[in-house]
Nanobody, 123 residues
Framework: YLQLVESGGASVQAGGSLTLSCAFS????????IGWFRQAPGNEREGVAA???????SFLDSVKGRFTISKDNAKNTVTLQMHSLIPEDTAMYYC?????????????????WGQGTQVTVSS
């Protein structure tokens, strides 16, 4: 089954940048959607960005213009580049996947999940 491993989480100062990577394996479908979600303590998990096999992307409003998402089909990786980070971006970031093109950034539409990587932004 599809496995996902996140990397790149770290502690950074506000205004800084960070790149998260999601490596996925065990995938045998031609269509897919890879999404990044985050969950801060006491908050619900929210979708941050997603990209699918067609190259379509979607973003949470609060990260538009600051975050970008890209894919490398040869390496089976999806990268989330985060710029102009603010303390409110602090959370555990998860990579998730579905075996169809992206429908939404709703948690329920993603059956496969990684273990998460911590991002901490200090002011």
């Amino acid at each position: 089954y599809l496995q996902l491993v996140e990397s790149g989480g770290a502690s950074v100062q506000a205004g800084g940048s960070l790149t998260l990577s999601c490596a996925f394996s065990g995938y045998t479908h031609s269509s897919y959607c890879i999404g990044w979600f985050r969950q801060a303590p006491g908050n619900e998990r929210e979708g941050v960005a997603a990209i699918d096999s067609d190259g379509s992307t979607s973003f949470l409003d609060s990260v538009k213009g600051r975050f970008t998402i890209s894919k490398d089909n040869a390496k089976n990786t999806v990268t989330l580049q985060m710029h102009s980070l603010i303390p409110e971006d602090t959370a555990m970031y998860y990579c998730a996947a579905d075996v169809s093109i992206c429908i939404s950034l709703e948690e329920a539409d993603f059956p496969f999940w990684g273990q998460g990587t911590q991002v901490t932004v200090s002011s």
